[in-house]
């Protein structure tokens, strides 16, 4: 190790000089800030406490923004991404890497074109799960709550140290525990010690295997490890790792996959899923399905595919079938379930291991063109934008459905469509946004990931074939259920949307039109020269 | 001027007057309709510019194509075409449409909810019309989705019907189905050729090179260029209601009449075909073979349900799935350009004998059981008429109408087709069921007496209605003689070729008796249908039909259409839910069992340890802490918390300290 230290310690290129020193970190640190002040000042007044949350929580889309004005100078038309694995450049960095620090840790921030579309993201879901909470009972906490996990996720989309980053994964975590316990339905103190339990334990295994590499490299900037491949070769680390033992490759990558993995989740780590995002508060559902299921596939990018492309291809056989298994078996889950929360909860199950199916065939592949990987991985791109978009939707309008009638069963309503036209127009346009209309945007990304997955795996496109129809099955059924047939009882009470209501769910209606109509709006901006 | 520029005009129009009956209040629901109707008249106008300049070079494939999203080295392109093709259709789509709308302003009159159909009617315009002009197949792949969006919101319009909601849901399932089909042949053509373009100047994929490299140049080229075909009409099959996928276009009957009219007799069912016909250069003879196959069973099997059913427009609609199977049977045995043929014909014939029995439904209250009906001729004068040119359109009767000639074209392609002679029979077969069902069906509704005070109330409707069938009856009639064997100049500008101006009245008898053949069987249908029914009316609605009488099983296995329903529930549902049971259940008790037991092992392991702790660890410690408590308590008797002890002490201490320091430092 410490005849390694030396190589390190000559300067490698790890990317642009900040551009907009103070930029990324505004954005992790206002709300985090905000949430913090609305937990102490808990005694302001409710409507007070809500605008100011709504205020912090908007300043992610405004810096989000700033930084789209920046990364625009790297647009064109270079393949997306590059085989064998490395790491894209950070067009906007802050701290830096460098060599020898306490245990590793620096404070090192970039975004690439990933971040900046999961930064937007989160601008846009963040306040709009807050709209969605206007009228919780102590309004100040909650949205404090809420705040600390906006910034934490910004954080983990952000960090280019691993310490960093993990501390953000955790910090993730306490504050929607809270949410869940205390906001929660009638099961949600079990849900939301299954969801940090399961989350905790899949996190510690990651956190061991990054010991490992701090260990066989003297350090955990990705940044760096990335430059570290450039120069002496994609297969240093694990030639490094090895001399720590002949199983320590293998033990680190499975090690960080399986934290990753009952973060998306991926099939069979996903059972805590249904359970947490059924219990949850509406707001918090929101959240968690929008922006904390990406962060499992986001490290899929950040972590895993730069730095175990070898173990990776071993693996991909084996992980091509869970993802399939996720795909096909979440749809047909979902079909099955009448508790509506939980029938949304397995269509994301479905929609992500889509991302994973994309990832895993890919950066696998053996064969196949750099259409195929292209195609792939902005697939998946824009699947982690549009599943955020539609599945918010959806979780926000069965909560109109519970808030209503207190009730949120399949067969618990009917004609719902004669007295809520406007509610029915908008859930209706965000299912079949959800179940892959064209037309809408999650045709696009979906139309992408089996694109890039035929090249490389026909088999496998075919495979996936089966979800399709099974999301189709079980969102018709649900809109059959719901909104058509004679009115029922539950369904008198079902009032039309109200305009804060409206206000929650016309923006990502008009995204899901624009991204389905005009993709390239979406695609130009995570499309760099530099790729 | 290079018309495929305009040519997004003629779906946008309607696109526009979709966007404009969404945000229509109630209140003004005629802004609704007039924007329909006025988009599709200016749509038509479009179209019929567009076919005049098609058919200035009728060979020629004029595009216009343009980049819908690139991201690195991968790029899907959009494009549109013009040819008498998509031509052709375009001018039939935005006719037969307007005439449609105009009819449902009647129709639906009285519907609360008449602004939101004539969004959706506007809406399945624009899909359609997009799919017939573009130039890419993913730009066909996506307006066909929305196409049948369109048809499930028309479906389930009255969706307070549990049954339409199960209609509308049947139907957009099973046709996706097919287009997972038609989605896995657009990967596989896109991953092969990289192109999703019909024609681009030489580098389509419908265009000699990509052909060339698909025959010759690709390892197994043709086993792949089937694959993709047969791939692409499974979502034919789909669409246009092709066995074994029929099952929901007979349940798509609970949408409203005009919807059936529409889009489940004259456009969207058609496009299948369409669909079959612009990608024909693509299919290989043994995809050719296979769609033939499944034409004939389609045409046949349509053909002989319909003679069953009582509902009129179930047999309108299973009359529809087997010329629909024609159509197939037509492009299977190499003749896109009869298929084509029949498909505008049908369309006209078809849409007005939907809209004849929306006629005869509207007036008889909403009644759509024909043994109900009866005698309705005399009461219903134009309706009558009109739908009897229909029928006869339907029924194939010589010379004078349009289904004789374009039904004339396929056996005639179908007699020349060198690998089987069984579509040809199969053909000739459902020629006699046609004629007989048709007859069947005229009978039963417009003769006898009337069974129902629904059917004696019944009166003629307004000019709104009637004027749209008196126009589809002219249509009906004039078309066919676009393509007699005299002068087949729809077929000539279809294949671009060169045709003489005046026509040659010899070719009609040419071949060998063929026209005979069919203008017998024809005869044969009719007589046998009139001798069952039309000699002994029926009289009251509950007695048997005749032929129930005397064939009671295989009359109830075909008023059970087969069963198909049956079987379907009985495999691929049942297998559907065990696999959803499969699903649900793994979760439940399999993988949550075993997170549980992990978390219970690392329970149990917690509670070993901490008996360790207690008994072996703690106890140490306690015996330990014991002593330490005890020497603490000897000491802290000493604390006696009073400043002045402490004072005494301190000063106590001061002063052995100092005598200490004196007695060392001497």
Known sequence: MTAFLPILAQTLPTGETPAQPMLLSLLIFTPIVGGLMLLLAHKLHPTLSRLLGLCFSLTTLLFGAGATIIMMEWLGTAPMIKIPPQLNPFKIQEGEA?????????????????????VLLTGIIAPMCLLASWKVKHPQIFFGLMLLTQGAALGVFLALNFFLWFLFWELSLFPMFFLIKLWGGPGAQRAAYQFVLYTIGGSAFMLLAFAAIYAATGTVDFARLSAMANVYGPSILNEKLAVLGGAVPMLAFLGVLVGLAVKVPMYPFHTWLPATYAEAPVGASMFLTAILSKMGIFGVHRILWPNFGEQLKDAAPVLIWLSLAGVVLGAYAALRQTDLKRMVAYSSINHLSYCLLAVFAVYSATSGTQADADSAFAGTLLQMFNHGLSAAALFFCIGVLEDRTGLRGLHDFGGVRKVAPLFTAFCGIAMFSSLGLPGLNGFVSEFLIFRGVFGVKPWAAAVACLGLLGTALFFLNFWQKVFHGPTAAHSAKVADLSFREVLVLAPVTVLMFVIGLWPQSLLSLIQSKFF | ???????????ALPLLAAL?????????????????????????????????????????????????????????????????????????????????FLFSTGYMRDDENYAKFFCYLSLFAAAMLGLLVSNSLLLTFLCWEIVGLASYLLIGFWFHKPEAAAAAKKAFITTRVGDLGFLLGLLWLDSALHTQLFYNNGVGFLETAALDYLAVALPCGLLVSSAIGLLLFCGAVGKSGQ????????????????????????TMVAAGVFLMARIFPLLSPDALTVVATIGAITALLGAVIAVTQNDIKRVLAFSTVSQLGYMMLAIGVGC??????????????????????????????????????????????ITFATFAIGMMALAGVPFLFSGFWSKEAILHGAHAWPTSPLPFYIGLVAVVLTAFYMTRLMANVFFGAPRSHAAEDAKENSWVMTLPLALLAVCAVLLG?????????????????????????????????????????????????WAVYGFQKRATASEPDPLEKKFPRAWAALEHRLYFDELYAATVFRLNNALAFVADALDRWVIDQAVCFVGKLGEFLGFINKDIDEQGLNAGFDAT?????????????????????????LALGFVALVILVAVLSC
């Not at chain 2, 567009?50 to 494009?79: D, E, I, K, R």
Request: with cysteine; glycine share 10%; proline share 6%.
């Open chain 1, 98 to 118: 460098i060599t020898q620090s306490f245990l590793g840790f620096n404070y090192h921030l970039g975004m690439d074109a990933i971040s900046l579309l999961l």
């Open chain 2, 1 to 11: 001027m290079t018309f495929p520029e305009h040519l997004w005009l003629i779906p």
């Open chain 2, 20 to 100: 404009v009956g969404a945000f229509t209040p109630r209140a003004q629901r005629k802004i609704s309709s007039a924007a329909a109707l006025l988009a599709m008249a200016a749509s038509f106008g479009v179209a019929c510019a567009a076919l005049s300049s098609a058919l200035a070079q009728p060979a020629a494939h004029q595009v216009s194509n343009f980049t819908w999203m690139a991201v690195g080295q991968f790029n899907l392109q959009f494009g549109f075409l013009l040819d008498p093709l998509g031509a052709f259709m375009a001018v039939m789509v935005t006719f037969v449409g307007f005439l449609i």
């Open chain 2, 243 to 266: 066995f074994p996928l029929h099952v929901w276009l007979p349940d798509a009957m609970e949408g409203p009449t005009p919807v059936s009219a529409l889009i489940h007799a004259a």
């Open chain 2, 336 to 381: 896109p350009e009869a298929a084509i043929f029949h498909l505008l014909t049908h369309a006209f014939f078809k849409a007005l004998l939907f809209l004849g029995a929306g006629s005869v439904i509207f007036a008889a209250h909403h009644e759509q059981d024909m043994r109900f009906m009866g005698g309705l001729a005399p009461r219903m004068k």
């Open chain 2, 481 to 529: 003689f676009l393509g007699t064997p005299a002068w087949p100049w729809l077929q000539a500008q279809l294949t671009g070729t060169e045709i003489s101006s005046a026509p040659d009245f010899a070719k009609i008898f040419e071949g060998p008796g063929l026209l005979a053949t069919s203008i017998v069987l024809v005869a044969l249908g009719l007589g046998a249908g």
């Open chain 2, 625 to 649: 802490a014991g002593k330490i408590r005890d020497t603490a308590g000897a000491y802290s008797s000493a604390q006696t918390g009073e400043a002045h002890g402490y004072l005494r002490v």
